[in-house]
């Protein structure tokens, strides 16, 4: 049964500063791997999604890599904001139309 | 473009009432997902449609809960008679069927409170 640790659970950093969040899964054969946000009170926000074929993906200040055989990936920020201060979710797909499995997640507060 | 649509934001209901969730997919989306959050534990799957069917529905607590897709386009998520550990966030998310990515778009969730 797949299983998706994050770590840390929380995380508080001055503003400006780059930061790395942690996924891991227990199950290496995955389809997928989407990052989330959730800002409180509100839904899930897609940030990125990696293909189990791919090695990364960028979106502005944003980097999450994958570690396939690992079982690992990666959530980069680069020059942190405190626009940023939102839980972060790692999930993972087996396959192209399963569910996800989620991780619980990292809440991040970034401090003017 | 719409997002994903969840009806209500919040529900306060006493033990043994029946609370229904609504959700709209984005237009075109056949896969559709029903994910809830219980207080402190992390987002776990509850079922799976694909337009009208229920692809995999192995998440689904027990038989007090209800999942409906009529006609494909919304789903309805019936919890009858409500009890105290249904308290939650309950998020629906929907994807496209085939094409490259599967990329999965989530509503803002619904939040329960049983009392």
């Known amino acids: 049964k797949q299983e998706v640790t994050q770590i840390p659970a929380a995380l508080s950093v001055p503003e400006g500063e780059n930061l790395v969040l942690n996924c891991s899964f227990t199950?290496?054969?995955?389809?997928?791997l989407q990052w989330f946000r959730q800002d409180p009170g509100k839904g899930l926000t897609s940030l990125l999604l990696?293909?189990?074929?791919?090695r990364e993906q960028t979106s502005g200040r944003l980097n999450a890599s994958l570690d396939k055989s690992s079982g690992r990936s990666t959530l980069y920020i680069a020059a942190s904001q405190p626009g940023d201060s939102a839980t972060y979710l790692c999930?993972?797909?087996?396959?192209?139309?399963?569910?996800?499995?989620f991780g619980s997640g990292t809440k991040l507060n970034v401090k003017p | 473009e719409a997002g994903v649509t969840q009806f209500p934001s919040h529900s306060v209901i006493e033990k043994g009432q029946t609370v229904t969730l609504r959700c709209d997919p984005i237009?075109?989306?056949?896969?559709l997902y029903w994910y809830r959050r219980v207080m402190g534990k992390e987002i776990k799957f509850l079922l799976h449609?694909?337009?009208?069917?229920?692809?995999?529905e192995s998440g689904m607590p027990n038989n007090r809960f209800l999942a409906e897709r009529t006609g494909g386009t919304y789903s309805t998520l019936k919890v009858q008679p409500a009890e105290l550990e249904d308290s939650g966030v309950y998020f629906c998310a929907s994807s496209l069927v085939g094409g490259r990515t599967t990329e999965a778009f989530f509503g803002q969730g619904t939040r329960l409170t049983v009392v």
């Open positions: 999930a993972v797909r087996q396959n192209n139309f399963n569910k996800f499995y």
């Open positions: 449609f694909v337009k009208e069917s229920k692809q995999d």
């Open positions: 990696i293909q189990s074929s791919q």
């Open positions: 199950d290496s054969a995955i389809y997928n």
């Open positions: 237009s075109g989306h056949d896969n």
